[in-house]
């Protein structure tokens, strides 16, 4: 379990550097844009402060490039901030010079501006927080204070500045106060959903209890820290808290697991090069070899972390450091620490108001004196030892922090209960509009079930008025066809044979009336093929086709080819058209056949984008188009296109044959 809770725990601080990694991205390409306004400046201090906690290097990069940009075009208050921030992170990098150099450069553009409060805070902040992490926690406390007094909105900055007070009480030793700050910023972190914040004070209440000598209610603080660190992808503050949890084992003598999560915690500060973190883990590992009775490797972190803080500047922990090698080498039984060295030690920490490490150097004192056998002054020490440890770990104060603890927890379950009545009312609210949803829907349904019947009975209605239409047009067509063409050709056969009956000489008579029958027979098979429905398809057609252009061109020995697409064989033509369409290739094939002297036809048909092509072609004589002549069958072809919304075309030159086409569409 602790394996796959571990692996979930690295999967959501894969998926929260995703995130990361998505916000800079984003204002890396705002900065891409070259506007230099403050848009862009507002973007490269958001890339600096993501920065700040996974890459120092890259965020001093992007602090620098802020600078340039801030100095060009004016605008002090992003210089202010961008000097706090480069505080921030030479003090992170070991070197406090240059970290009080900025520091002095963002106070003197705070006094060139009195009435700007944004500017005022960030500093005192900045400010704070340097003298703090130097062990200067006097100096670092009347900033802390200034800021909750010139800022009161409820948002994560006053949230913030209580963080911050706590820890720093919690350096000077006095632990009500810090775990009453701690709580304070805990709630308002809560109220306002702010995860990271939350992190931070559920880390500084772990310092709180295992200060006050409760390592196990420390522990349960450090690992609902880690937890909310990891899952936020803040990789210094998951160094801190492992830390922490190593603190929190080493007191609960449980040796070698603290000594696995310092050294877990070391790495990942050495791989970050956060120089700060790496001597405060070295003075830390140092105490648990010294429990472990270990002292070669005690005395080895002690060194290593003294050298480092005194590169670092960093007197407070250099001091720590070294009281606790002083202790080690007493209980060597090493004649080689110094009195001066030890009053030294203790003049640093009532300065820097660290009552708790005042307290620790008056025991080592105490063990010094009585291991030279100066009892009265080792009774003296001994006594200032007690008081003070009395004042900061006493019972009442333990109890004091309790009842904090207690108040805080009762809020937060008043909280809970008034979010599950709130949750209870949500939930009636969704059930009713669920219900009203629901009513809404059948509503909705019956009204689309009633449309749609109605939608279909009209089509029904339209479609069978449309049919009787052209039936109607149908029956007028073949009436018009049985009167025009039949009907006049019955009667030129019915006065040709009583001419025949009058005259001796009847033979041309003859011959017309048999000639007028074979037409009318033709003509009344090209009437019933067309109204047949079951050549409604074009392969009927073409097959009809092929049939009268082998009647008329065979005889003549004109060769003819068909070229066609196999998808046209699919299409279905109502009855006009298909009539229409014959009858123009019909027409094509007489004229060729009686006045092209053609020897080559090509016929072609295919179909695209919903059109119907259709083109004859001969290798002819051709004709002047623009000679009027005397037949009609070029203007029955123009004219029955037409009839059919077809588009009609002709192409013709005396010595380059003839080619008519057309087009039409298909629905």
Sequence with gaps: MKRIAFGLGLLSMVFSLSAQNRIIDSLQQIVALQKHDTIELTALTGITNEYLRLDLQKAKKYAFQTVALAKATNQDRWLSGCYNYLTTIYREAGLPDSSIYYLQLSESLVQKHPANVKMRFNFNQSASLFYKNMGEYKKALPYMQENLTIYTKV?????????????????????????????????????????????????????????????????????ESLALKIKLGDKRG???????????????????????????????????????????????????????????????????????SLQLGDSATFKRTRSEKIGLELLEKSKQSTELELLNGLNTFIRTGDRQQQANEYAHLSEYYAANKNFEKAFYYMQKHEALSDSV????????????????????????????????????????????????????????????????????????????????????????????????????????????????????????????????????????????????????????????????????????????????????????????????FKEAINNIAKYSEATQVFIRLNYATGMLHMQVQDNGKGFDASVNTTGNGLKNMAARAQAIKGKWTQLTEPGKGTSIAIEIPIT
């Excluded at 009500?176 to 209440?205: T, W």
């Excluded at 003598?253 to 990942?268: C, G, H, R, V």
């Excluded at 219900?435 to 019947?453: D, E, G, R, Y």
Aim: glycine share 4%; charged share 25%; with cysteine.
């Design 155 to 223: 948002d994560e900055n006053r949230a913030g500045q209580f963080l911050n007070l706590g820890n720093l009480y919690l350096s000077m030793g006095d632990y009500q106060k810090a775990a009453d700050a701690h709580i304070n910023s805990l709630r308002l972190f809560e109220s306002l959903n702010v995860p990271r914040g939350q992190s931070f004070c559920l880390h500084s209440l772990g310092n709180d209890f295992l200060f006050l000598k409760q390592p196990a209610t420390a522990k349960k603080y450090y690992e």
């Design 238 to 308: 998951v160094i801190i808290s492992t830390s922490g949890l190593g603190d929190a084992h080493k007191d609960l003598k449980q040796y070698k697991k603290a000594e696995a999560y310092y050294t877990e915690a070391l790495a990942m500060a050495r791989n970050l090069k956060i120089s700060t973190e790496v001597a405060r883990i070295l003075h830390q590992s140092g105490l648990l070899f010294k429990r472990m009775n270990e002292l070669d490797k005690a005395r080895e972190n002690f060194e290593q972390s003294m050298d480092l």
């Design 393 to 584: 770990e006493g019972n009442i104060v333990l109890l004091q922090i309790k009842e904090l603890e207690e108040r805080y927890n009762s809020d937060k379950k008043e909280q809970q209960i008034v979010l599950l009545q709130k949750d209870q009312q949500l939930q009636a609210l969704q059930l009713k509009q669920q219900k009203t949803n629901i009513t809404l829907i059948v509503i909705a349904m019956i009204s689309v079930i009633v449309i749609a019947t109605l939608l279909v009975n009209r089509y029904r209605v339209m479609n069978r008025i449309k049919r009787q239409a052209e039936l109607e047009n149908m029956r007028q067509n073949i009436a018009r066809d049985l009167h025009d063409d039949i009907g006049s050709t019955l009667s030129s056969i019915n006065i040709m044979s009583k001419l025949a009956m009058q005259q001796n000489d009847n033979t041309g008579h003859l011959q017309k009336i048999s000639s007028y029958s074979s037409r009318m027979m033709e003509t009344m098979s090209d009437l019933v093929w067309s109204i047949n429905p079951v050549n409604d398809s074009v392969e009927q057609m073409l097959a009809k086709m092929k049939e009268f252009a082998g009647e008329m061109l065979e005889p003549k020995n004109i060769q003819y080819e068909f070229a066609y697409d196999n998808s046209v064989n699919e299409i279905r033509l109502d009855v006009e058209k298909r009539k229409s369409l014959f009858l123009i």
